[in-house]
């Protein structure tokens, strides 16, 4: 089925062939249809837009600024975390200040090496961990940090519906279950809702020995104040709420509007991609959808009928706090906080045996 | 026909060889790549599966994949 006489571009998975101008309608209302049907950004936001200088963040970040535009109460700010992955980072960080220099978006960035003191690179040279599973921790526990203390009231991400489904399928795989009730096109604890707060050491604001020399900033001083601690026992406002407004669109889609918004730049590959767990789903996933068109929304769909009850089931009664860092955590001590101090040690025992690769 | 090929993943040009009357879906099928996994365009102008190549064409091949 044509939409007019000009050139199709894409082909949706019913089937329905798209112009240009058409197909940039279609991706711009669904993304503002996802947003009003989930409720994802209300009437006065700060939003922080989490960027990669990737097609999924600037395609995102493009679509937000108009509706800022349109919505002067929404403010927007990028915020991009500089993991220090050579060849990779480097060049999306050149296509992230560039679009945020000529769009007039404010870039707030951090780095792993400012943070932590090294950058991913090094950590996995002393660090026996997946490249996946320590990049992710570290670059999440800095983007709520971060975002907390610019005060967003939420953090806008590029996951898409590609993302998504394999999200569902790496937890069903790995009997994981649990893990999918934190996913969703909103993560994260609303500052509405109520629950109990264990926060065991709110009087203790130094870290320890494990985390001091990795979790401090430059100038020696402690990351975390009493000043960025929040008392309130009836939220969880240390938990920045998560949005994923290009929650329905598939990667095709995303790189298809970046493609004619010229949001593309060269393409870049994680090196450490390539070896994980989810480049092999991806690729699963996408060789059914070739055959079965379709069924990634599939998945996507018939997983949020059954979100609320995952929920529900995996609801948790209390939320913790890091007794080492006072950040949210399941358990005792935040996955940060348990790799900043294995980190610790393997770079002292570098040191001990004369082989610090790093400084 | 010889099609010339640039595949932004692999970063190079390549010249496939395909039959009269081809279609970019059987350009793909030839390279082992997954139409899902690609946009395809021609002059910077998307084209579909369907449309014909034409001789000494130069086609862009754009990776959808996340890069991270």
Do not use: W
Request: hydrophobic share 35%; aromatic share 8%.
């Amino acid at each position: 089925m044509n939409c007019c006489n000009e050139k199709e571009i894409i082909k949706l998975p019913a089937g329905e062939k798209l112009c240009r101008k058409h197909f940039t309608e279609y991706f711009e209302n669904k993304v503002f249809k996802t947003i009003t049907k989930f409720d994802l950004i209300g009437k006065q936001e700060n939003l922080g837009v989490a960027i990669s200088g990737g097609k999924d963040s600037l395609t995102l970040l493009h679509i937000l600024n108009k509706l800022s535009r349109q919505n002067p109460k929404i403010k927007l700010t990028g915020i991009l975390i500089d993991e220090g992955i050579k060849d990779y980072r480097d060049k999306s960080l050149e296509a992230a200040k560039e679009f945020c220099q000529k769009n007039n978006v404010k870039l707030e960035i951090y780095s792993f090496e400012e943070e932590f003191g090294m950058s991913l690179d090094n950590m996995l040279k002393v660090l026996d961990v997946k490249p996946c599973t320590i990049c992710g921790i570290f670059r999440r526990y800095l983007l709520n940090k971060k975002s907390r203390e610019l005060k967003f009231t939420k953090i806008a991400t590029g996951h898409n519906l590609d993302d998504e489904a394999q999200s569902i399928m790496m937890n069903q795989f790995k009997n994981n279950i649990h893990l999918s009730a934190r996913l969703g096109p909103m993560v994260g604890i609303s500052s509405n809702k109520s629950s109990s707060i264990k926060n065991s050491s709110m009087k203790d604001n130094t870290m320890k020995n494990g985390i001091n020399n990795n979790l401090k900033n430059k100038n020696n001083k402690n990351v975390i104040t009493s000043n960025n601690i929040n008392n309130d026992k009836d939220s969880n406002v240390n938990f920045v709420q998560r949005i994923k407004p290009l929650y329905l669109c598939t990667e095709k889609e995303v790189t298809t509007y970046a493609f004619v918004n010229n949001l593309l730049d060269e393409f870049t590959e994680c090196p450490n991609v390539v070896k994980s767990y989810r480049a092999q789903v991806r690729d699963m996933l996408n060789n059914l959808e070739a055959k079965f068109s379709g069924t990634k929304y599939s998945i996507v769909n018939s997983f949020l009928q059954m979100l609320p009850d995952l929920k529900e089931r995996f609801k948790e009664a209390e939320v913790n706090y890091c007794k080492e860092c006072n950040e949210p955590a399941s358990k005792d001590k935040c996955n940060a906080c348990k790799y900043a101090e294995k980190l610790d040690k393997a770079n002292a025992s570098a040191i001990l045996n004369n082989t610090q690769i790093f400084f | 026909m010889q099609i010339n090929v640039f595949f932004d993943r692999e970063k190079k040009e390549k010249t496939i060889e395909v039959g009269e009357n081809s279609l970019i879906r059987d350009l793909l099928a030839k390279m082992g790549i997954n139409p899902v996994t690609v946009i395809v365009s021609r002059n910077d102008t998307i084209i579909m599966e369907d449309d014909e190549i034409n001789d000494k064409d130069k086609i862009k091949l754009i990776s959808v994949i996340s890069g991270g």
